[in-house]
T-cell receptor, first 112, second 110 residues
Framework: DAEITQSPRHKITETGRQVTLACHQT?????MFWYRQDLGHGLRLIHY???????NKGEVSDGYSVSRSNTEDLPLTLESAASSQTSVYFC???????????FGPGTRLLVL | SQQGEEDPQALSIQEGENATMNCSYK?????LQWYRQNSGRGLVHLIL?????REKHSGRLRVTLDTSKKSSSLLITASRAADTASYFC??????????FGAGTTVTVRA
């Protein structure tokens, strides 16, 4: 069965360190998204991609970057982790940006 | 910024009762979606209703959409303990992206 996976599921890091969160989908979807979820804010879009070599900034992109070298993967990099980036991160994919999105299980990140 | 806002923020009901939650949004949409999130898990798609539809059913779920009022409701009938979760509406106001609300937390008591 097709799926979307994230790794690691839990991560503790220190401020200033670079961190990369992995997202891998086997749906063969062109569209992939990264969100962060914080209490009281719902899901906020960090970055998204509509295909290989395409990346776009979302509403909370400062301090984050992504790259899309193939259809299956969209890694999210925190260039220099800050305590404000402590959050739960979700990756999602879809056939079309307006249609159903399929979510990964999430990565819980703690920045000390 | 959030396009959709759910109401109420939290809801506690007895098993077997119906649960109703609402979503209001600000700008015109092409479709509106509802997702469920169980504790510690990712979001799972429940139902999508298009702007030219007024009501849609899926099992024990009933979704309505009133584009004139820019609002939607999700009704869960005959609730079960397994329905305990957070429920989010998502709208696609512009640029082929979804905007999620902050969610309604539903607790179903045995």
């Amino acid at each position: 069965d097709a799926e979307i996976t994230q790794s690691p599921r839990h991560k503790i890091t220190e401020t200033g360190r670079q961190v990369t969160l992995a997202c891998h989908q086997t749906w063969n979807h062109n569209n992939m998204f990264w969100y962060r979820q914080d209490l009281g804010h719902g899901l906020r879009l960090i970055h998204y991609s509509y295909g290989v070599q395409d990346t776009n900034k979302g509403e909370v992109s400062d301090g984050y970057s992504v790259s899309r070298s193939n259809t299956e993967d969209l890694p999210l990099t925190l260039e220099s982790a800050a305590s404000s980036q402590t959050s739960v991160y979700f990756c999602a994919s879809s056939v079309s940006g307006r249609e159903t999105q399929y979510f990964g299980p999430g990565t819980r990140l703690l920045v000390l | 910024s959030q396009q959709g806002e759910e109401d109420p923020q939290a809801l506690s009901i007895q098993e077997g009762e119906n649960a109703t939650m609402n979503c209001s949004y600000k700008t015109s949409i092409n479709n509106l979606q509802w997702y469920r999130q169980n504790s510690g898990r990712g979001l799972v798609h429940l139902i999508l209703i298009r702007s030219n539809e007024r009501e849609k059913h899926s099992g024990r779920l009933r979704v309505t959409l009133d584009t004139s009022k820019k609002s939607s409701s999700l009704l869960i009938t005959a609730s079960r303990a397994a329905d305990t979760a957070s429920y989010f509406c998502a709208t696609d106001a512009y640029d082929y992206k979804l905007s999620f609300g902050a969610g309604t937390t539903v607790t179903v008591r045995a």
